[in-house]
């Protein structure tokens, strides 16, 4: 077995393909090494407990960190920019617990460059309870000015505290590919 030093593997062709190994065979990266897919990623979340508004749709303050691999999320803004263009998916988990009477509706959104990409409606929810509402999506970000964020809202009731803990409050995200 050898090893080939080199900066640059480039087709002969212009826009043609370069193969590495054949069929069945495994190709082992070096430690440390990052495939270009799945990053940027985050994971971030709160250990602060935020009371919204009636029917008020209010940015999730997710200001701690899991991880952040290129340095995207805001703990700021609450807000995640990535520095590379490509798919993207994201998850948002958000549990709520109600303290007095119940809410008609409670949501929570993914928001991309401020317009609602992802929800998840829960409607008819009982005194003194808790849920958890999760949504997922896929979304493509151009690398420079594209943004997402997470929020909460609820109609109707008088009181809800969304839970803290990053368990209990979190949002992630990663790339996917071009």
């Given at each position: 077995?050898?090893?080939?030093?080199?900066?640059?593997?480039?087709?002969?062709?212009?826009?043609?393909?370069?193969?590495?190994?054949?069929?069945?065979?495994?190709?082992?990266?070096a430690t440390g090494a990052k495939p270009s897919f799945l990053y940027p990623a985050f994971r971030a979340y709160t250990d602060t407990i935020q009371t919204t508004s009636d029917g008020v749709a209010t940015k999730a303050e997710l200001d701690l960190e899991t991880y952040d691999t290129d340095n995207c999320y805001d703990t700021s803004t609450y807000r995640f920019t990535p520095n590379v263009a490509g798919k993207y998916y994201f998850n948002w988990v958000a549990q709520d617990n109600y303290t007095s009477s119940a809410a008609t509706s409670v949501q929570i959104y993914i928001r991309k460059?401020?317009?609602?990409?992802?929800?998840?409606v829960e409607n008819s929810r009982s005194t003194n309870n808790h849920g958890t509402h999760t949504v997922s999506t896929t979304v493509?970000?151009?690398?420079?000015?594209?943004?997402v964020e997470f929020f909460l809202f609820y109609a109707g009731g008088s009181s809800v505290i969304w839970r803290n803990n990053s368990d209990r409050q979190f949002?992630?995200?990663?790339?996917i590919g071009t």
């Open positions: 077995m050898g090893t080939i030093k080199t900066t640059n593997i480039e087709p002969i062709a212009d826009n043609g393909t370069v193969t590495l190994g054949s069929s069945g065979d495994t190709i082992t990266t460059n401020g317009s609602d990409i992802a929800e998840s493509e970000m151009n690398g420079s000015s594209d943004y949002a992630e995200g990663f790339r």
